[in-house]
């Protein structure tokens, strides 16, 4: 009797650890890691994207190059503001200027942000961004 109670025991044990979900795997870093705008309707050829250093933003508009020095708390509240953004003159598209137009608004006005896995939203009174690592975070079922 014993054995038996204890073989079910086991068995529910062991069916209930396949229930668990699955843990979440970290938040990618914010410094280093290269973050791609999410655009709705995304532009022809490289997508905008940033990249965090050292009290350093470099990264491409859709357009141009662009690089600012930018500020962070340091107390982990995920305030920031960056300071004058520095783009290259090349032209291109309207639609692509116009999509580099709006990164750079919202970038501008940006106070604070959020990361969730490789998902980093940046929000402030311009509007919000919403970017994804590159590469992707690795989810595993």
Same mark, same amino acid.
């Given at each position: 009797?014993?054995?038996?109670? *204890?073989?079910? %025991? %086991? *068995?529910? !044990? %062991? $069916?209930?650890?396949? =229930?668990? #979900?699955?843990?979440?795997?970290?938040?990618?870093? +914010?410094?280093?890691?290269?973050?791609?705008?999410? %655009?709705?309707? #995304?532009?022809?050829?490289?997508? #905008?994207? @940033?990249? +965090?250093?050292?009290?350093?933003?470099?990264? +491409?508009?859709?357009?141009?190059?662009? /690089?600012?020095?930018?500020?962070?708390?340091?107390?982990?509240?995920?305030?920031? @503001?960056?300071?004058?953004?520095?783009?290259?003159?090349?032209?291109?598209? /309207? $639609?692509?200027?116009?999509?580099?137009?709006?990164?750079?608004?919202? =970038?501008?006005?940006?106070?604070?942000?959020?990361?969730?896995?490789?998902? !980093? @939203?940046?929000?402030? /009174?311009?509007? *919000?961004?919403? +970017?994804?690592?590159?590469?992707? *975070?690795?989810?595993?079922?």
């Amino acid at each position: 009797m014993k054995t038996t109670t *204890a073989t079910i %025991l %086991l *068995a529910m !044990l %062991l $069916g209930a650890c396949g =229930l668990a #979900p699955k843990p979440e795997p970290p938040p990618k870093p +914010f410094i280093g890691t290269k973050w791609v705008v999410q %655009l709705e309707l #995304p532009v022809q050829g490289e997508q #905008p994207w @940033v990249r +965090f250093g050292d009290g350093r933003m470099e990264g +491409f508009g859709g357009c141009n190059r662009i /690089s600012a020095r930018y500020g962070e708390d340091s107390v982990g509240a995920r305030s920031i @503001v960056i300071y004058r953004i520095d783009r290259g003159t090349k032209g291109c598209d /309207s $639609g692509t200027q116009m999509a580099e137009a709006r990164v750079l608004e919202v =970038l501008q006005s940006v106070s604070s942000y959020h990361i969730t896995i490789d998902l !980093l @939203v940046m929000a402030g /009174s311009g509007g *919000a961004l919403k +970017f994804r690592s590159d590469p992707p *975070a690795e989810i595993k079922p």
